[in-house]
């Protein structure tokens, strides 16, 4: 398995404002990913973290709103722009261990924010 | 839409007793994975199920998976108090643009109690 760790574990917000979360895995990982979940929902899929290249933004997602960071094979950071109480959400973040047939995703704790 | 689809939405038992969910799916898949979440934090990775595998053992967790009815099960036994938690199944599409994309189902909200 793999340890994900995420920073910060919670923050409360202003209405216009930007956080950014870290993501930070303990061995090297070619794919990590960053979802989101609203309040009693499940996860939804925000983008893929690329490593050297663009992240991969899922319909309903954009640059502008969800940047996303992916520096090294460790570490990728999500930035949630001009936030709104919409915005409000768990941020998790997640990394595919290969294996000889398939891959397991293991997740971050989450960042729990909330926007006023 | 959802590509996975889980019942019952809410399962309540007493200790001891066996609990059951069930996540259904849309496409071919290429693994599903189960999770547990509790009281809104991370996920904890249960166990993975291949697409060639119909079965699978971890503990007290029994995965079954059925291709052709697009549908798998999660059974826990002996359920303990601390198995309270909200349980996810999610498809592994795989393969071109979907490598390594999870889809969630929506999830069912266990209760064990004491």
């Known amino acids: 398995s793999a340890v994900i760790s995420q920073k910060p574990s919670r923050d409360i917000c202003q209405r216009g404002t930007s956080l950014t979360i870290q993501c930070q895995v303990d061995s090297q990982v070619t794919m990590m990913f960053w979802y989101r979940q609203q309040p009693g929902q499940s996860l939804t899929l925000i983008a893929t973290?690329?490593?050297?290249?663009?992240?991969?933004?899922e319909s309903g997602f954009v640059i502008d709103k969800f940047p996303i960071s992916r520096p090294n094979l460790t570490f990728s950071t999500l930035t949630v722009s001009n936030m709104s109480p919409e915005d409000s959400s768990i941020y998790l973040c997640s990394a595919n261990l290969w294996d000889s047939f398939a891959n397991e995703q293991f997740f971050g704790p989450g960042t729990r924010l909330t926007v006023l | 839409s959802q590509q996975g689809e889980e019942d019952p939405q809410a399962l309540s038992i007493q200790e001891g007793e066996n609990a059951t969910m069930n996540c259904s799916y849309k496409t071919s898949i290429n693994n599903l994975q189960w999770y547990r979440q509790n009281s809104g934090r991370g996920l904890v990775h249960l166990i993975l199920?291949?697409?060639?595998?119909r079965e699978k053992h971890s503990g007290r967790l029994r995965v079954t998976l059925d291709t052709s009815k697009k549908s798998s099960s999660l059974l826990i036994t002996a359920s303990r108090a601390a198995d309270t938690a909200s349980y996810f199944c999610a498809t592994d599409l795989s393969g071109g643009t979907s490598y390594g994309k999870l889809t969630f189902g929506q999830g069912t909200i266990l209760t064990v109690h004491p």
């Open positions: 973290a690329n490593q050297g290249s663009e992240a991969t933004y």
């Open positions: 199920i291949r697409s060639n595998e």
